[in-house]
């Protein structure tokens, strides 16, 4: 509904890479390893939630990948071509035609009730923490 609707969604993904010879081979040194890692996750994500973004990092914009414009493009022509032929070698009356647009329109109808429903917007909200405590919860563990 929020591409219908015009809405722009933005996603906002920072990725970090640890390669395996880097960590700890300790199980108590993989435990500390996990709650630091958790601890700059967190001021990361503070920082982000401040300035709107991650650091003063360059920004990577990955662009949109040509081949799935090329794959709907490709299965809007087909679906059209599709939808033609059948039309042409099984000729309906107008009241046939009418009766499946209605039903194809309900069932949309009803389908977008059904996805605005199951959105996680209205689902229960999570418990959440204040950052300090999930900090000092971190830390003792």
């Not at 081979?25 to 300035?51: P, Y």
């Not at 107008?94 to 009730?113: D, H, N, P, R, S």
Request: a negative charge.
């Amino acid at each position: 509904m929020d591409m219908l609707e015009a809405n722009i969604v933005q996603v906002h993904v920072h990725i970090e890479r640890h390669l395996m010879q880097d960590l700890p081979e300790t199980s108590s040194g993989i435990a500390q390893w996990c709650r630091d890692i958790f601890v700059a996750k967190d001021a990361l994500l503070e920082l982000h939630l401040a300035k709107g973004k991650f650091s003063d990092k360059e920004y990577h914009d990955i662009g949109r990948p040509k081949k799935s414009l090329f794959v709907i493009i490709s299965w809007s022509c087909l679906l059209i071509f599709a939808t033609v032929k059948f039309f042409e070698w099984f000729p309906f009356s107008v009241g046939e035609i009418a009766f499946c647009t209605v039903f194809m329109a309900l069932v949309m109808i009803l389908m977008q009730i059904l996805i605005l429903f199951s959105q996680s917007e209205r689902s229960t909200p999570s418990k959440v923490f204040p950052p300090d405590a999930l900090k000092e919860n971190l830390l003792q563990t």
